[in-house]
């Protein structure tokens, strides 16, 4: 069964967890800070796709959301004057495809765990994230994907954004202004560990970077989070962990990945 896709638009920095809906009649008389078009009845069994296409697009950066079964969420962001086509299709709760034609700028979408609250050292236990994905028809700047999420308030000042990437085609990860502060062993594979400081309103960046490229595997996501710990960052309550596929910025670029399977274990611990 194929369900239109039911979206909710955001505007840049909003988070998933903070947004209410109004019902709309027409998009022309709806406030440009939120725009609900649908919302899908997603059962976790149900074929779900979104199409951002040129005639749609707009001067701002965007979000759209959509529940992915019981556990799961979906979101498609698009930065600012994004231009080209790109599509999230997810397979209930099981699997998921993006595809994408860019011509410039950016988009990262993402598949995952949303709505946490645990601090990183309260995580308990070693929990994983398992994947089988694969890249394909990459052109230009390419992109690379794996685990993704926030730590704190999605893109505000005192959040962090984090990546632990298992794979990429295309290019490097475009890490010029970061700092590398060492690496980890872990699950089979050396993860370079960068950090992009804080600068101005300008949120941190944690990153582990597989030298190895794979397409499946387990994360140990925790063990990172403890390395990056050792590496000075805070304490801060993650709140969101999901996989996904960010395309390269400000290049043409082009290409599909296809997870066939995912799993994320939700973190246990003491919340707040």
Request: glycine share 12%.
């Amino acid at each position: 069964m194929l369900v239109t896709a039911s979206v909710l638009l955001l505007p840049m920095g909003a988070s998933a967890e903070q947004a209410t809906v109004a019902p709309v009649a027409d998009e022309s008389s709806t406030p440009t800070d939120l725009i609900e078009r649908t919302r899908p009845a997603n059962d976790g069994k149900a074929t779900v796709r979104y199409c951002e296409t040129p005639d749609m697009q707009r001067g701002n950066s965007y979000i759209y959301l959509w529940p992915v079964g019981k556990k799961y969420t979906a979101e498609m962001w698009f930065s600012r004057n994004f231009d080209g086509t790109a599509c999230l299709t997810n397979f209930g709760d099981r699997g998921f495809r993006i595809d994408w034609d860019l011509k410039t700028y950016g988009f990262l979408h993402e598949v995952g765990l949303y709505n946490l609250s645990i601090p990183v050292d309260s995580i308990s236990g070693n929990p994983k994230a398992r994947h089988r994905h694969r890249l394909s028809n990459i052109t230009g700047g390419g992109g690379y994907t794996g685990l993704y999420g926030w730590f704190g308030k999605a893109g505000t000042p005192d959040s962090i954004e984090l990546y632990i990437n298992e794979n990429w085609a295309g290019g490097d990860f475009g890490m010029g202004d970061t700092i590398k502060m060492g690496s980890i062993e872990v699950d089979g594979g050396v993860y370079d560990i960068y950090t992009r400081p804080r600068r101005g309103n300008r949120f941190v960046q944690w990153w582990s970077n597989r030298r190895t490229p794979r397409e499946s595997g387990t994360i140990s996501y925790k063990k990172h989070f403890d390395a990056w710990r050792k590496l000075g960052m805070p304490n801060a309550a993650l709140t969101r962990l999901t996989f996904a596929l960010e395309a390269r910025w400000g290049v043409k670029t082009g290409g599909s990945v296809h997870y066939k399977s995912f799993h994320i274990d939700t973190p246990g611990g003491s919340t707040r």
